[in-house]
Every structure is written in C-alpha cells, then in structure tokens.
C-alpha cells in the first residue's frame, strides 16, 4: 500500500520560512517524479515544483528563488523548502508522487500553511 505523509505545515509570519517533507512508502521512490502542489480556497490545485528521478528540478514563477526541492531517496522524502514566503502561500499543500511509464499517481493526505501576521 502507497501512502505519502506530508508534515511541516502551520502558521508562519510574512517573510518567515517553513520546511515541508513527505515521507513515502510502499513504492519504489527513487523511480518516481516527486511534486508538491498547493490549493488555495476557491482556486484550483496547481504545481508549485516537482523533481524527476534524475533530480531535474521545476518550479512555478510564483515561488522561483524563494522555494527549493530536494529529495533523499535513501530516506524516501522530498522536502519543499519555503523561504520569504507571502500570504499568497497561503494554501494546502500536497505531495506527489508519479511514474508515467507505470502509469502510477499518487497524493498525500495535504499539510496546511498559513501566512499571516
């Protein structure tokens, strides 16, 4: 059984940094492209930066220089690492973990971050 367990997520001031990680199991992780996404309310999910298994990074031009991916697949984590963040980050945030080839997708259960003075 997949699951993906998000943590790190909570209230932080403007211009404060939060560290989010997602462990994985159940899954060949170092196979797999690793996202987070976030929602906002009354928005639609959208990709704010994923990194293949080759550790080719992509990052949304809202969070470019302030947000940075990395994964440890020996830990089977990918952390988003959130710096200079605005209330606009305001979202929940969700891992994703995807193998085209396989055909396989999969979504943690999401971690909220609040940004507000």
């Avoid at 704010?48 to 949304?60: F, K, L, M, Q, R």
Wanted: net charge positive.
């Amino acid at each position: 059984q997949v699951q993906l367990v998000e943590s790190g997520g909570g209230l932080v001031q403007p211009g404060g940094s939060l560290r989010l990680s997602c462990a994985a199991s159940g899954l060949r992780f170092r196979r797999y492209a690793m996202g987070w996404y976030r929602q906002a309310p009354g928005k639609q999910r959208e990709l704010v930066a994923s990194i293949t298994s080759g550790d080719i990074t992509n990052y949304a031009d809202s969070v470019k220089g302030r947000f940075t991916i990395s994964r440890d697949n020996a830990k089977n984590t990918v952390y988003l690492q959130m710096n200079s963040l605005k209330p606009e980050d305001t979202a929940v945030y969700y891992c994703n973990a995807e193998h085209t080839s396989w055909g396989s997708n999969y979504w943690g259960q999401g971690t909220q971050v609040t940004v507000s003075s």
